[in-house]
């Protein structure tokens, strides 16, 4: 007896978790199937939406120009100090001249010259200037003693021999290996043979410097001979400073300043682009604040920010209103009445800012009826367009039906007999809305406010027409940086500051009307 | 909001219509200024405002003039060839995978299903100014930018909340003890997809389609970025043509999109209504 149920025990036990595997089985098939049809979808998206927005805040720290194409100068820095007050040193002068002349020829140098103009003007045009000149410094004497020394130094094969020697032991000539490398790398991007290019000044400046300052120089070979020799005869060399080379073409490469600025952003990240959207800068002395007359940002920021609370509020003022009729009117009277907010919802964005453009004109309709009205006078036009009002009118325009929708869709669920019942208990009019139906119109107000306010703060086409200099928001100094002023890290910075203030709203968003409850129409 | 009764006082009487007055302002805030272009885009003048003759009815004041300049400009026609071109492409891509999406979504375990939610509607959730210019970043560096496939990419990405949204709300209703009757009679899943859940949710996949093709034939700023003057749009056209020299072809090109828009508005409407049919809600 005890035995049978023993066994029947056994059996329902096992009969359970055999019953609990093939449920996981299927379960777990339910979850691939629906991750499988969500995957292209989430894939397309990840690719053509997230990667663009997690590029543009790799960009906005991204600082990589100043090291790749000075990286010699930049670690020739490390032993120079801004407070110090002095030049760098000739060595310093050395590496940028290698630098530079690999960078002119590949035509680098304007563009690190732009990158670091934003920092401190002037640069853009002290690269471009150093640059043109670069290739016709006076190091050419070098070149000409190492060969009346020996033909051979004029063989390109010579200086192949070397590199492949330098790769070995870079220490037994260290300038000549890191000018070598520039050289062969300019060469590699051009597509020149290194067999056949003749060696150019810097790689003898560099093996004239090496040679000067006592380098070890190589052990073995046909080349170490060359080198002794080289190294008897280089104390006799006629010489030229680098120095008063680049101080000929101009001479703010004696102010540390220029130094300074690209020791600063010599790293390969850099917080100077948000230190610039919030006013600061990095300076060789450190984080400073902007100069009185540069402080643009933050002002810009509260400007957009202000101007979109004035904008949602002004969304709610005339938006209640007109939610309250639609959803205690007749359903026959309603329906006809919200077309009217769904056509301006529904029409061209452009459309609707063209017509404001149209109408708040000085020559246009609105101040044309106002003079015949003799509300304003015929010389008293008000001034309706490209500045703040123009801004501030047009966008409530167009975001007003985002506040009525949400705001209708809240009111409808509120029962119409509250407000009886209050007022059957001797409520006023004003005392049953204001105690019983507004507090359960306000997650509407929420839901509306919060929507047009995110949509607000990121609005660019609307204050770009109508907006003129004083009615822009962030989102117009972003797209100038991007498209005018080209300073493409400053852009990205600016935008990651707006995305996140939008993320963080969208959040409490979230939690107050949940996304999921979003309503389309 | 019934109407007044009888015993109401003068005060309530004051408010009662003072308050309708106050909405009819508002309604006419919303759209008199559509209205307004519209007579003025049949202006002989090339003025933006009302001239005397047209204040007068005068048929002489009126004309086509502007009209004729967009269908005959060449700068408006590929404007137009471009939106017409790219707007379809994007929506074909965003209702095609979203609707796939949206119907995996709405299975009962999904994992992670907020974080994908969340990605997936994050198009319409970043400021546009923010994802134009990280598609410009982006879409430079792998040589996206300035082509149409890079512009319908863009524009099928901003479409996609819109269908994964109304696609969703379309499957809340949805009855899965159909498909499984479906199986149960020896459909495949495809054929039960196409002959059981598509009918029953093609109203929902039509109007996130209608929504999807109106982000793209809208959107203005992406295509401002990702594009080149040869895949300019109408809006890019008419935002151009505002900003630099304003042309009354523009108010023209605008009417035109407002009938558009009163088009694609009954269309939605009409999918509305027959989706609560169909599926048994009753309208509200």
Known sequence: MSDIAESDDRISAEGSRDLK???????????????????????????????????????????????DTLPRTVLALDDWEYTSGETPSEAVFAALYYDLFVAAELKEHTRLGSRLNYETTGISSLFRKSGRRVDRFDTDIYADQFTALDPAWGEP?????????????????????????????????????????????????????????????????????????????????????IRDQ????????????????????????????????????????????QPEDQQIYIRLFVRT???????????????????????????????????????????????????????????????????????????????????????IIAMTHILLPFMILPLYSVMQTIPPTYMRAAKSLGATDWTAFWRVYFP?????????????????????????????????????????????????????????????????????????????????? | ??????????????????????????????????????????????????TPGMLALDPEAYSLKHYQDFFTNSDWQQALKNSVTIAPMATIIS??????????????????????????????????????????????????????????????????????ITVTATLVGFDHSLTRAAANMGAGPVRTFFKVQMPLILPGVISGGLFAFITSFDEVVVVLFVGSASQKTLPWQMFIGLREQISPTILAVATILVVFSIALLTAVELLRRRSERIRGVSPR
Request: hydrophobic share 50%; net charge negative; charged share 15%.
């Open chain 1, 21 to 67: 595997r093939s449920l996981n089985r299927a379960l777990r098939a339910q979850k691939m199937r629906a991750l499988m049809l969500i995957a292209p979808l989430l894939i397309f998206i990840l690719v053509t939406f997230i990667a663009p927005i997690v590029d543009m805040l790799f960009r906005s720290v991204e600082n990589e120009i100043v090291s």
């Open chain 1, 157 to 241: 094969a010579t200086w192949t021999m070397m590199s492949e020697a330098l790769d070995d032991d870079p220490d037994a000539l260290p300038e000549t290996a890191s000018a070598l490398e520039g050289w062969h790398h300019l060469l590699k991007v051009e597509r020149d043979d290194p067999a056949t290019e003749a060696p150019a000044d810097i790689l003898f400046t560099a093996l004239y410097r090496d040679l000067s300052a006592g380098a070890p120089g190589l052990n073995d070979g046909d080349l170490a001979a060359m080198t002794a020799t080289a190294r008897q005869a280089v104390d006799g060399f006629e010489t030229v400073s």
């Open chain 1, 246 to 289: 680049f101080v000929d073409v101009d001479d703010s490469w004696l102010d540390p300043e220029i130094w300074g600025t690209i020791k600063a952003y010599a790293p390969k990240y850099t917080i100077g682009y948000f230190l610039k959207s919030v006013d600061y800068q990095l300076t060789p002395e450190g984080i400073e604040k």
């Open chain 1, 305 to 391: 920010l202000v101007m979109s609370l004035t904008i949602m509020v002004s969304c709610i003022v005339l938006g209640y209103p007109v939610a309250f009729l639609l959803a205690n009117l007749p359903m026959r009277y309603s329906n006809v009445l919200m077309i009217l907010v769904l056509l301006p919802f529904w029409t061209s964005l452009l459309v609707r800012t063209s017509a404001w453009k149209v109408l708040l004109q000085n020559q246009g309709v609105i101040n044309d009826i106002l003079v015949w009205l003799h509300i304003v006078s015929e010389s008293g036009r008000l001034a309706l367009i490209n500045n703040q009002t123009g801004t």
């Open chain 1, 440 to 521: 359960q119109s306000v997650p509407g107000i929420g839901a509306g406010s919060i929507l047009v306010f995110i949509l607000a703060i990121g609005y660019y086409i609307t204050p770009e027409l109508v907006g003129g200099t004083s009615g822009i928001f962030i989102s117009n100094r972003i797209a100038y940086h991007i498209s005018s002023s080209l300073n493409w890290g400053l852009a990205a910075a600016l935008g990651s500051i707006l995305l996140v203030a939008v993320l963080m709203l969208y959040w409490a968003y979230d939690r107050i009307v949940g996304i999921d409850n979003v309503k389309l129409g």
């Open chain 2, 1 to 50: 909001m019934s109407a007044l009764p009888t015993y109401a006082s003068t005060g309530q009487k004051i408010w009662y219509y003072g308050f309708r007055v106050i909405c009819g302002l508002v309604f006419f805030f919303l759209i008199a200024p559509i209205i307004t272009i519209i007579p003025l885009s049949f202006n002989a003048e090339n003025f933006f405002t009302f």
């Open chain 2, 95 to 164: 209702v095609g995978l979203g609707t796939l999406a949206a119907i995996g979504l709405s299975q009962s375990h999904v994992p992670f299903r907020r974080a994908i939610m969340a990605i997936l509607i994050s198009p319409m959730i970043v400021p546009l100014i923010i994802s134009a210019a990280g598609m410009y970043f982006f879409y430079s560096r792998v040589g996206l930018q300035g082509t149409y496939l890079g512009v319908v990419l863009a524009h099928a990405a901003l479409g996609i909340p819109f269908v994964i």
